[in-house]
């Protein structure tokens, strides 16, 4: 049983637009969430995180919003750039070093 | 700073045969883990060192999975027999502390034929 469920297999957006990325999950016992984004043949980019105990954590184009009671999070990429097209992965973890990740976004920023 | 790097970084071998996957992690950092996606899945957590101990394997999938972290500096991930749902990416990642941040490796990728 998946823990945390990016439904969105991919998305497209309009340079300059805005991308929002949405992740639910299921254990009411995480306490630390993380994206991380993934160009082709490389690995898993720390991007952004955020603790339970926050609603909103922003660094430059990128937000993250956590909405505990509905077990929900988004990461918001304003302006969306040509660069930023990549499959991203919403991460979860429980007080404990093991993240358990989504099945990935995948996001194209078209010119 | 040099980041996570694994070798190799492609292999494909034929079911029955042996693998041995490396990961160098960051300099300093005692927390290494390993990571596996399947056929385009999600990113499945393996197993955990700190140091050259296992602090946690309960995601190693059977016993043909064996990893090593000798010295607490690389490790090794060896698949003794192989089989076709082996195949897969696999990731590497450490953290110099526990609670902190995970940093990837560009993974290997496994195919079994």
């Known amino acids: 049983d998946q823990q945390v469920k990016q439904n969105s297999p991919s998305l497209s957006v309009q340079e300059g637009r805005i991308s929002i990325l949405n992740c639910d999950y299921t254990n009411s016992m995480f306490d630390y969430f993380l994206w991380y984004k993934k160009y082709p043949a490389e690995g898993p980019t720390f991007l952004i995180s955020i603790s339970s105990i926050k609603d909103k954590n922003e660094d430059g184009r990128f937000t993250v919003f956590l909405n505990k009671s509905a077990k929900h999070l988004s990461l918001h990429i304003v302006p969306s750039q040509p660069g930023d097209s990549a499959v991203y992965f919403c991460a979860a973890s429980a007080g404990t070093y093991k993240y358990i990740f989504g099945t990935g976004t995948r996001l194209k920023v078209l010119a | 700073e040099a980041g996570v790097t694994q070798f190799p970084s492609h292999s494909v071998i034929e079911k029955g045969q042996t693998v041995t996957l490396r990961c160098d992690p960051i300099s300093g950092h005692d927390n290494l883990y390993w990571y596996r996606r399947v056929m385009g899945k999600e990113i499945k957590f393996l197993l955990h060192?700190?140091?050259?101990?296992?602090?946690?394997e309960s995601g190693m999938p059977n016993n043909r999975f064996l990893a090593e972290r000798t010295g607490g500096t690389y490790s090794t991930l060896k698949v003794q027999p192989a089989e076709l749902e082996d195949s897969g990416v696999y990731f590497c990642a450490s953290s110099r502390g526990l609670a902190e941040t995970q940093y990837f490796g560009p993974g290997t990728r496994l195919l079994v034929l």
């Open positions: 060192f700190v140091k050259e101990s296992k602090q946690d």
